[in-house]
C-alpha cells in the first residue's frame, strides 16, 4: 500500500474513494443515510456507499488504538474493491495521529499467502492524505519524517509477521541466520554466526543440549549496530525456537500446531535492529538471538538431566519443553560476557502459557527488577500501540525453582505464577550490575493469535518491534 502526503484540499484530489472518519455523526453529511444503515460512531464499524465513492469508518478516540483500528478496518474495505486510490481528509485532526494512521494503514493491509497454489493477484492501491496546509501547528518537514519513520517501523512490523508466519520446514536455525545476514547487509550493520561448536567450546551446553536431537545445527546470531557518538548501549535478546515439539517431554498434538511461532521473539529482535538502524537512531543496539530446533531422538537432552549453563550454574531439567528458558540463560549470559558497559539488556521471548492465562492473547507481560524500568516499559508499549502490564517478582515463588541436585531447576515446584517464575529462572542468568538494567517481555500471547484482531490479522502480529523502538526514543 503507498501511501502519500499532500498539502492539496481534500476536495481537489482525484481518487476512486474516499475514506471518512467518524467521530460524530452528526457532523457528516450523509448522516440520515448512515443511520439507516446502523452505522455508529464507534471503533470497528464501517459503512461503504458504493453511489459516493465513500467509506465511512467509526473511531471513538484520538488515540493510536482506535484511529489505527478504524484505518485498517477501511483499508481492507478498500482492498477487496477493484478501485485502486483512495484518499483520507486528516485537516480536523492534530498532526500527531499522521503516525497511528500511517502505521495503522501498512499494518492492516498486510497479508500472508505464500502458501495458498491460488493467491490473489496483488493490487498496486494508494491512499493520499490531506492535511491542513497554513496551520502553524503542521510542519511539513516534520511530518514527511514521521510518513518515513512509521514506514519502516510498520516495515519491520511486517518483516516479524513474514518470518514467524513461514512454516518450521522452511524456516529453521541455518535460515534464520542466513535471514539475519540479508537484514544486516541491508541495513549495512556487522552480522555474527557462531554454530554447535563454539556453542561447546564457550561452554554454552543448555542452549546446546536443547538443539542436540534436531537434524538442524543451531545457531547463535550476533548483529551491532553502531552508531557514532551513541547516547547509549541496548542489548536485545530473542527467543528463537524455530519449532518445538517439546522434546521428550512431548507436547499434545493440539499445542504443537502453531509451534512454528515460537520464534517470535527472535524475529523481533532481528527486525527491531534493522529498523533502528534504518532510523538512524542515536544508540549502540546489540541483537542476539539463539536459533534452536527442540525435537526427539536418541541424542535428545532428557528430564533429570544436569545442565552448565555458561556462567557455571547448573540447571536440573524437570521439562524439556521448558527449553526456552534454557536458551536464553546462555544468550543472556553470552550477551553480558561480550558487550561490556550495557545501559539496558532486554529479551523477548513466547516464554510461557501461563502468561497468556493471566493476561490475556494480546498483552505482554512485563518482568524485572527495577520498578521504574518497568513503567517505562510498559508506558513505552501503549504509546506504541501495543498492550502490556507487569508482573512482579516476589520471595516466594524465587523459592519454587530451587533444585535439591542443582543449583537451579528449570520448572517451578508449583503450577501457579509460571510466567513469573520463568522470569525469576532467567534472573540468575543477569549478572548483579546489570540486574536494574533488565527487562523480560513474555509475548506468548500477541505474538501469535489464530484469529484477526484490530488491525493484526491470523498468525504474526510482530509483538515487540514497536514497543521497543518507542522505548528508545523516550531515551533522554
Known amino acids: ?17 474516499q475514506i471518512v ?3 460524530n455523526i452528526d457532523d457528516v453529511e450523509e448522516k440520515e443515510l448512515l443511520e439507516s444503515l446502523g452505522f455508529e460512531a464507534h471503533d470497528e464499524i464501517i459503512a461503504f456507499l458504493p453511489e459516493s465513492g465513500k467509506i465511512f469508518v467509526g473511531f471513538e478516540e484520538e488515540t493510536y488504538d482506535s484511529l489505527a483500528i478504524a ?25 500527531r495521529v499522521l503516525k497511528f494512521i500511517v502505521e495503522g494503514t501498512l499494518l492492516g493491509a498486510y497479508t500472508f499467502d505464500n502458501y495458498k497454489s491460488k493467491k490473489d493477484k496483488k493490487k498496486k492501491q494508494e491512499l493520499t492524505i490531506s492535511i491542513e496546509e497554513d496551520s502553524p501547528s503542521l510542519d511539513n518537514i516534520e511530518l514527511n519524517s514521521i510518513l518515513e519513520e512509521s514506514k519502516i517501523i510498520s516495515k519491520a512490523v511486517n518483516k516479524t509477521r513474514d518470518m514467524v508466519n513461514t512454516t518450521p520446514a522452511d524456516f529453521y536455525p ?23 561448536k563454539y556453542l561447546e567450546k564457550n561452554d554454552m551446553n543448555a542452549m546446546l543440549s536443547v538443539g542436540r536431537a534436531s537434524i538442524h545445527e543451531s545457531q547463535l546470531i550476533h548483529l551491532s549496530y553502531k552508531p557514532k557518538e551513541a547516547k547509549s548501549k541496548i542489548v536485545l535478546v530473542g527467543k528463537g525456537l524455530t519449532y518445538d515439539s517439546g522434546g521428550l517431554s512431548l507436547k499434545p498434538a493440539d ?28 544508540y549502540e543496539v546489540h541483537a542476539v538471538v539463539g536459533a534452536v530446533e527442540n525435537m526427539i531422538g536418541g541424542d535428545a537432552y532428557k528430564p533429570d538431566d544436569v545442565l552448565v549453563a555458561k556462567n557455571g550454574k547448573t540447571i536440573e531439567v524437570r521439562n524439556t519443553d521448558a527449553e526456552g528458558r534454557l536458551v536464553l540463560a546462555d544468550c543472556l549470559c553470552y550477551a553480558q560476557d561480550e558487550i561490556d558497559d550495557i545501559d539496558y539488556i532486554f529479551d523477548y521471548a513466547t516464554l510461557t502459557g501461563a502468561c497468556v492465562v ?26 506504541s500501540g501495543e498492550y502490556a502490564t507487569t508482573l512482579d517478582f516476589n520471595r516466594f515463588l524465587r523459592k519454587s525453582i530451587k533444585s535439591e541436585i542443582a543449583d537451579i531447576s528449570n520448572i517451578a515446584s508449583t503450577r501457579y505464577g509460571g510466567a513469573i517464575t520463568a522470569g525469576l529462572f532467567l534472573d540468575n542468568f543477569v549478572y548483579e550490575e546489570n540486574k536494574n538494567k533488565w527487562i ?18 491470523h498468525g504474526a502480529s510482530g509483538a515487540g518491534v514497536r514497543m521497543t523502538i518507542e522505548f528508545l526514543k523516550s531515551i533522554s
Not at 1 to 17: A, H, R, W
Not at 271 to 279: P, R, V
Not at 377 to 383: G, K
Request: aromatic residues 6%.
Open 440 to 457: 523480560h517481555f513474555d509475548i506468548a500471547g500477541p505474538a501469535y493469535v489464530e484469529k484477526a484482531w484490530g488491525y493484526n490479522p
Open 358 to 383: 493471566g493476561v490475556g492473547e494480546y498483552t505482554t507481560g512485563i518482568m524485572g527488577n527495577d520498578e521504574v524500568l518497568k513503567a517505562s516499559a510498559v508506558s513505552s508499549a501503549h504509546n
Open 174 to 196: 541455518e535460515v534464520m541466520a542466513e535471514v539475519a545476514k540479508k537484514l544486516a547487509k541491508d541495513a549495512n550493520i556487522d552480522c555474527k554466526i557462531k554454530g554447535e
Open 1 to 17: 500500500m503507498k501511501i502519500n502526503l499532500t498539502n492539496t484540499n481534500i476536495d481537489k484530489i482525484k481518487s476512486d474513494l
Open 71 to 95: 484505518i485498517a478496518t477501511a483499508i481492507k474495505k478498500f482492498q477487496t474493491t477493484s478501485f485502486k486510490s483512495a484518499k483520507l481528509d486528516l485537516t480536523s485532526l492534530d498532526s
Open 255 to 282: 499445542y504443537m500446531v502453531t509451534m512454528k511461532s515460537d520464534k517470535s521473539g527472535g524475529c523481533a529482535v532481528l527486525a527491531t535492529i534493522w529498523a533502528i538502524a534504518k532510523l538512524e537512531l542515536p
Open 21 to 23: 472518519l467518524v467521530d
